[in-house]
């Protein structure tokens, strides 16, 4: 009788040991506002792209990580000659595809050769204008020779631009993309969710999660519902600070508050009448109420900045005393361009609640010095279109994401369209420098000569505003890219 209980005791172990390894959960349901136009993080400067695919289905060479700093990737190690110019990168072994070809240093070449190609579309190509050959030197082995020295290199290679791609499956890559990373493309439901899955062949350590859903909800009342009825399990970038303090007193929920890489601005068609003239973007700078826009559109979460760079970084620069809210002073600079009546203009609005919030606040004090800015709230596909591709706008609000940016203002034909040699030749006296004091010097030059020319109108740093069941780790509380990463995400046992 007694054997009999010894063994009911260890089978109801057993049952209860497979119903917790049968229970334990692998799968995890993210939601986002914005659904990527399409999947090709080289192709696009929609930052919804690297926020699914960016360390989950993509690599680079290197990587970053949670707290912003760069990480080897696919390269396992590299390389650089004395003279700075020569980067020699050895690639790690037992690398595939998820359609199950080997990576190797073809692939490598062929990535960054296509990124800095004549007809490329890479939305970041300047990253790799200053590579002057790519060689391969054996299968494992990637030699990269740059026409000058380049500091930001190893920095640069991180960026979801500049991912490894194969030629086999570049073809369908918008629809269907085949990369490296520990999940692989599952399914697309347009307009509703993104299905990856676990790649079991992932060369490095098999993730906990091993399927994940991305679910796409642009309305924040909507947002506020799923979230509140556990039908996701977390949502990245959520949208209703307004709602964050019911989240914060649930105890099913835990909220994180981090920061981006987002400098959120008023960007401004330099190119075109009237913007032009360098009085009108004063005056715009000092017609708007920074901490107005912050405390209405975010309900307090955000940094007020004065130039294009962010906060956070040992680098920045305090400029926001350069354009303090004062709407006579704008109206006076106003009256010296030539517009005492002010005058008329358009303001394209992206769908994210800080551009369509904000925008209604922005176009109220602009009113006050005499702008009439129309809005015009437009999907990502038709500003990538019409405003990013075409330049055919006044006035737009958008969240540059990109991490250390500021380089853009040296591209006259990027879509604010700021011409400025000495600009140009700063930044380009930027990228061959690696001395540490030197680049900082040269960085703080470069914030401060952007806000003196008023380019754009210099909002705040965006919040990362993060809502996940208590249960779930390793959601990223700061964004230093834009992504998601699965690989770090796990739940309580």
């Known amino acids: 009788m007694k054997q009999f209980a010894k063994l009911a005791m260890a089978s109801a172990i057993a049952l209860a040991a497979g119903i917790g390894a049968a229970d334990a959960k692998e799968d995890v349901i993210i939601a986002m506002q914005l659904e990527p136009p399409h999947l090709d993080p080289t192709g696009a400067a929609a930052q919804a792209i690297d926020s699914v695919l960016y360390a989950n289905v993509f690599e680079g060479l290197t990587r970053f990580m949670g707290d912003g700093s760069v990480v080897p990737a696919l390269a396992e190690s590299w390389e650089i000659s004395e003279d700075g110019k020569t980067y020699t990168f050895k ?9 199950g070809t080997t990576m190797d240093a073809e692939d490598v070449k062929f990535s960054l050769d296509r990124a800095r190609a004549e007809d490329s579309t890479n939305a970041q190509k300047a990253l790799f204008a200053g590579i002057e050959s790519v060689e391969v030197v054996d299968p494992q082995t990637v030699a ?16 979801g631009d500049a991912v490894i791609v194969a030629p086999e499956s570049i073809d369908g ?10 999940y692989v493309f599952k399914d697309w439901v347009k307009g509703d969710k993104i299905v990856l899955a676990a790649y079991p062949d992932y060369w490095g350590d098999a993730p906990a999660i091993k399927d994940a859903t991305f679910k796409f909800i642009s309305d924040p009342t909507a947002a506020f519902a799923a979230v509140m009825a556990e039908d996701v399990d977390a949502f990245a970038g959520f949208p209703a600070p307004e709602n964050l303090p019911q989240f914060e007193a649930d105890p099913r929920f835990k909220v994180l508050v981090g920061s981006t890489e987002g400098e959120t601005i008023l960007s401004t068609n330099n190119n075109m009448e009237p913007f032009d003239n360098k009085n009108v973007r004063k005056a715009l700078a000092h017609a708007i109420n920074r901490q107005e826009i912050i405390d209405g559109a975010m309900y307090g979460y955000g940094t007020p900045i004065g130039t294009h760079f ?3 970084n040992p680098d920045y620069v305090d400029l926001t005393g350069n354009s303090e809210y004062d709407p006579e002073l704008a109206k006076q600079l106003l009256a010296d361009a030539g517009y005492p009546d002010g005058f008329e203009t358009t303001l394209y609005l992206p769908p994210p609640s800080y551009a369509r919030r904000g925008g209604e606040i922005i176009a109220n004090q602009l009113a006050q010095v005499g702008i009439t800015a129309k809005i015009e709230n437009v999907e990502w596909a038709q500003w990538l279109e019409s405003v990013f591709k075409g330049k055919n706008f006044g006035l737009t609000i958008v ?5 250390m940016d500021i380089g853009i203002y040296a591209r006259p034909d990027y879509y604010f369209q700021y011409d400025n040699p000495a600009f140009q030749d700063l930044i380009a006296q930027l990228d061959v420098t690696a001395d540490p004091e030197q680049r900082s010097a040269l960085v703080k030059e470069a914030q401060q000569t952007i806000a003196d020319d008023y380019v754009n109108g210099y909002l705040f740093q965006l919040a990362m505003l993060s809502v996940a069941k208590e249960g779930l780790n390793g959601l990223w509380e700061n964004a230093p890219t834009a992504a998601t990463d699965l690989s770090q995400m796990s739940w309580d046992e």
């Open 310 to 312: 962010a906060p956070h």
């Open 173 to 182: 890559i918008k629809e269907t993309p085949v990369g490296t990373g520990p």
């Open 399 to 403: 969240s540059h994401t990109e991490p």
């Open 91 to 99: 690639l790690r072994e037992g690398v595939t595809f998820h359609d």
């Open 144 to 159: 990269v020779t740059l026409t000058e020295p380049q500091g930001s290199f190893l920095f640069n290679l991180a960026w």
